[in-house]
């Protein structure tokens, strides 16, 4: 079965500090991952995916995340936050492609303090 | 282009009665999935259907059920509810089976 840990449920960051949000996966088959952002009272919208392609993936809004096989790791991370990106992000794996039952981790919450 | 929309926004309901969700892809996408998130939890996946076939089940109760129409709109129902079932429930959808979710803003039901 696969599972997703997110470390942390709370992060906060300090407007152009460096945001970088935990993710370990399980998997037994080589995963596909992905990181979802929500803002309040909002569904979830797609940051990033890795499907093997390459090992370090660019997302929108300057987010990027590094799938580390031998750490089982996926985590995020964006070089200067802005107070924009104070949102809850999901980590999510599937061992099937990109719409097909996904597991997502619990979340982490991001503030960012001007 | 319109999203992903979802009907009705927010719902209440009583234990024991019987719930229906709407689900209106994008256009030209022929998969739907549903997910349940409890608040302060990740969405869980509970459906997908593609072309009009369920393709994916998760772990929930035969309360829970779902169908895609021709015009691969979906409806989630739910029968018997329980105050456990209070959450916001997102639909999504994609062009095929392997191409990434696009979400709707989900539905919030409160079960009193």
């Known amino acids: 079965a696969q599972s997703v840990t997110q470390l942390g449920s709370h992060v906060s960051v300090s407007e152009g500090a460096l945001v970088l949000l935990r993710c370990n996966y399980s998997?037994?088959?080589?995963?596909?991952l992905f990181w979802y952002v929500q803002y309040p009272n909002q569904g979830l919208q797609l940051l990033l995916k890795?499907?093997?392609?390459?090992?370090l993936v660019k997302g929108i809004n300057g987010f990027e995340a590094e799938f580390k096989k031998s750490e089982t790791s996926f985590h995020l991370t964006k070089p200067s936050a802005h107070m924009s990106d104070a949102a809850e992000y999901f980590c999510?794996?599937?061992?099937?492609?990109?719409?097909?039952?996904?597991?997502f981790g619990k979340g982490t919450k991001l503030t960012v303090n001007p | 282009d319109a999203g992903v929309t979802q009907s009705p926004t927010h719902l209440i309901k009583t234990r024991g009665q019987q719930v229906t969700l709407r689900c209106s892809p994008i256009?030209?996408?022929?998969?739907v999935s549903w997910y349940q998130q409890v608040l302060g939890q990740g969405p869980q996946f509970i459906f997908q259907?593609?072309?009009?076939?369920?393709?994916g089940r998760g772990n929930f109760p035969d309360r829970f059920s779902a169908r895609q129409f021709p015009n691969y709109s979906s409806e989630l129902n739910v029968n018997a509810l329980l105050l456990g079932d209070s959450a916001l429930y997102l639909c999504?959808?994609?062009?095929?089976?392997?191409?990434?979710?696009?979400f709707g803003n989900g539905t919030r039901l409160t079960v009193t």
């Open positions: 999504a959808s994609s062009p095929d089976r392997v191409s990434p979710l696009h």
């Open positions: 998997s037994s088959v080589p995963p596909y």
């Open positions: 890795y499907t093997s392609a390459a090992t």
């Open positions: 999510a794996v599937s061992d099937k492609g990109g719409s097909e039952k996904l597991v």
């Open positions: 256009s030209g996408h022929k998969s």
């Open positions: 259907y593609y072309e009009k076939e369920e393709r």
